[in-house]
């Protein structure tokens, strides 16, 4: 089991940026095992669906939602276990409540595994 803890998220103006943290954890965890999970990041808003926004793979491949490619950008820190989303030139419609997923070593779909609570991230005009 894998346990995910996001932060970072709050209130910003139309054009501004944030920085979305995920940390990751286990009681099974070997050292180095974050690194052979796909990880990504989705969002929902309120009456919608949720959406995948990036993911990562093992080796660092990315795949972007259409809506943020060129604004945002993924990331991870396998040293330290955790998973980043850099987010610039906020846009109003970013308005959602952002997720952290895992999935053990596949990365070719939005199919994902672990979950985090999620943290809200509101864009003001």
């Known amino acids: 089991q894998v346990q995910l803890v996001e932060s970072g998220g709050g209130s910003v103006q139309a054009g501004g940026s944030l920085r979305l943290s995920c940390a990751a954890s286990s009681y099974t965890y070997s050292s180095g095992s974050f690194s052979n999970y796909c990880m990504g990041w989705f969002r929902q808003a309120p009456g919608k669906e949720r959406e995948g926004v990036a993911r990562i793979n093992l080796f660092l491949t990315t795949t972007y939602t259409d809506s943020v490619k060129g604004r945002f950008a993924i990331s991870r820190d396998n040293a330290k276990n955790t998973l980043y989303l850099q987010m610039n030139t906020l846009k109003v419609e970013d308005t959602a409540m952002y997720y952290c997923?895992?999935?053990?070593?596949?990365?070719?779909?939005?199919?994902?595994?672990?979950w985090g609570q999620g943290t809200q991230v509101t864009v003001s005009s």
């Open positions: 997923a895992a999935r053990w070593v596949s990365c070719d779909s939005w199919n994902f595994t672990y």
